[in-house]
């Protein structure tokens, strides 16, 4: 698969501005703006947009794979360019021919804005209004957590409808409109770099030319549009963080020597056993992932049932390979050089992004009892 023009692109950007600037992006909770602009440069920010706008026109196993191998790298990448994907595949469908040129060309980045505070991870319901006014609609709305929050061109955003039933309605918002503010710089724990801040809108006049979708068609636009790319793309960073500890740690165990007995801790059966589990784990998440995908393509009956699935499982088998990591390589591992430490900050981030890991595990419960999701 390396052999498809994409990837050997995408190689190369990550030998030469990704990987050697990760470890700055985390340190200083630094936007990663040199490797989004060599993505664009590379017509990798264009990845899923169609070939009729100057798109590369390739699919979600395509935008899978770059955002995994982007994530081995630098996690805060891969989540900024996750969500760039993610709110890319909404204004293909629905946005306009100006906007996927600019999307194609990598001269635009996109983002979703969908989580509230007053609805928590229940993204689908936002709390946020939309009024028609003067002739224009008027958002109002704080958005809790948005990746790229100031740094993107636009935000895909969600709002109750203007007049019609329905939970939400989606529009595109210029981030540079009046009336959006950026509550506060991103200082957290992991995913360091991807500008993920509350995002306050007061008063933003958008028209009716920016609406993504019907008006109260919102939700069918989160299930149908949004979900399964951005679970798809969440669990693809999550196998990308895990997999660059898993290869880290196991480099690192086979170096390090018990001096006085002439031995490598890679020589003691239980490290060696915390790394098969992990690797089988591992393994087996990215078999879901890729079995999401095909059942996607294929239209396969259990398609949603999968898209609900690969997100919590990649999310919850990060957090144990990246801990396992850890253990593994004891107190070296808690040292920034080595890199397994922000692997394990960066791999926090899924299981609480919504719909989070818990929302996910009663979704699937409910599915497995026959019993309606919402």
């Given at each position: 698969?390396?052999?498809?023009?994409y990837?050997?692109?995408?190689?190369?950007?990550?030998?030469?501005?990704?990987?050697?600037?990760?470890?700055?992006?985390?340190?200083?909770a630094?936007?990663?703006?040199?490797n989004?602009?060599a993505?664009a440069?590379?017509?990798?920010?264009?990845?899923i947009?169609a070939k009729?706008?100057?798109g590369?026109?390739?699919?979600?196993?395509?935008?899978?794979?770059?955002?995994?191998?982007t994530?081995?790298?630098?996690?805060?990448?891969?989540m900024?360019?996750?969500?760039?994907?993610?709110?890319?595949?909404?204004?293909?469908?629905?946005?306009?021919?100006?906007?996927?040129?600019?999307?194609?060309?990598?001269?635009?980045?996109?983002?979703?804005?969908?989580?509230?505070?007053?609805?928590?991870?229940?993204?689908?319901?936002?709390?946020?209004?939309?009024?028609?006014?003067?002739?224009?609609?008027?958002?109002?709305?704080?958005k809790?957590?948005?990746?790229?929050?100031?740094?993107?061109?636009?935000?895909?955003?969600?709002?109750?409808?203007?007049?019609?039933?329905?939970?939400?309605?989606?529009?595109?918002?210029?981030?540079?409109a009046?009336?959006?503010?950026?509550?506060?710089?991103f200082?957290?724990?992991?995913?360091?770099?991807?500008?993920?801040?509350?995002?306050?809108?007061a008063g933003v006049?958008?028209?009716?030319?920016?609406r993504?979708?019907?008006?109260?068609?919102?939700?069918?636009?989160?299930?149908?549009?949004?979900?399964?790319i951005?679970?798809?793309?969440?669990?693809?960073?999550?196998?990308g963080?895990?997999?660059?500890?898993?290869?880290?740690?196991?480099?690192?165990?086979?170096?390090?020597?018990?001096?006085?007995?002439?031995?490598?801790?890679?020589?003691?059966?239980?490290?060696r056993?915390?790394l098969?589990?992990?690797?089988?784990?591992?393994d087996?998440?990215?078999?879901?992932?890729?079995?999401?995908?095909?059942?996607l393509?294929?239209?396969?009956?259990?398609?949603?049932?999968?898209?609900?699935?690969?997100?919590?499982?990649?999310?919850?088998?990060?957090?144990?390979?990246?801990?396992?990591?850890?253990?593994?390589?004891?107190?070296?591992?808690?040292r920034?050089?080595v890199?397994?430490?922000?692997?394990?900050?960066?791999?926090?981030?899924a299981?609480?992004?919504?719909?989070?890991?818990?929302?996910?595990?009663?979704?699937i419960?409910?599915?497995?009892?026959?019993?309606p999701?919402?």
């Amino acid at each position: 698969m390396d052999t498809a023009p994409y990837l050997q692109r995408l190689n190369g950007v990550i030998a030469e501005v990704i990987a050697p600037s990760a470890a700055e992006v985390d340190k200083h909770a630094q936007f990663p703006r040199s490797n989004l602009d060599a993505l664009a440069k590379a017509g990798l920010l264009g990845l899923i947009s169609a070939k009729e706008v100057g798109g590369l026109g390739e699919d979600m196993r395509a935008a899978a794979l770059v955002v995994e191998k982007t994530a081995e790298a630098c996690g805060s990448t891969a989540m900024v360019v996750a969500m760039h994907y993610s709110a890319t595949a909404v204004i293909e469908k629905f946005g306009s021919a100006d906007v996927r040129k600019a999307i194609a060309a990598g001269r635009h980045v996109t983002t979703l804005a969908f989580s509230e505070a007053g609805s928590r991870s229940h993204f689908w319901a936002p709390m946020g209004t939309a009024a028609s006014a003067n002739g224009g609609i008027v958002l109002d709305g704080m958005k809790s957590w948005i990746t790229s929050a100031g740094e993107a061109d636009s935000y895909v955003w969600s709002s109750k409808p203007v007049g019609a039933e329905g939970a939400s309605t989606i529009w595109l918002v210029p981030s540079n409109a009046a009336g959006l503010s950026t509550v506060a710089p991103f200082d957290g724990l992991g995913m360091r770099g991807n500008a993920s801040s509350p995002v306050k809108g007061a008063g933003v006049r958008v028209t009716e030319a920016d609406r993504l979708g019907a008006d109260g068609g919102g939700f069918d636009v989160m299930m149908g549009v949004v979900l399964p790319i951005f679970s798809l793309l969440n669990a693809s960073a999550s196998l990308g963080i895990a997999e660059s500890a898993l290869q880290k740690a196991a480099a690192h165990v086979g170096q390090t020597k018990f001096q006085h007995l002439g031995q490598s801790l890679a020589e003691l059966p239980t490290i060696r056993a915390y790394l098969a589990k992990a690797r089988i784990k591992l393994d087996a998440a990215r078999a879901l992932r890729d079995d999401t995908l095909a059942a996607l393509q294929a239209n396969r009956a259990d398609a949603m049932l999968r898209v609900l699935e690969v997100k919590v499982g990649a999310a919850e088998t990060a957090l144990e390979v990246t801990d396992t990591a850890m253990r593994v390589c004891g107190g070296a591992a808690f040292r920034k050089d080595v890199g397994i430490e922000r692997h394990f900050r960066d791999a926090r981030a899924a299981s609480v992004m919504a719909p989070t890991s818990d929302v996910l595990y009663d979704f699937i419960g409910k599915a497995v009892c026959g019993l309606p999701l919402f």
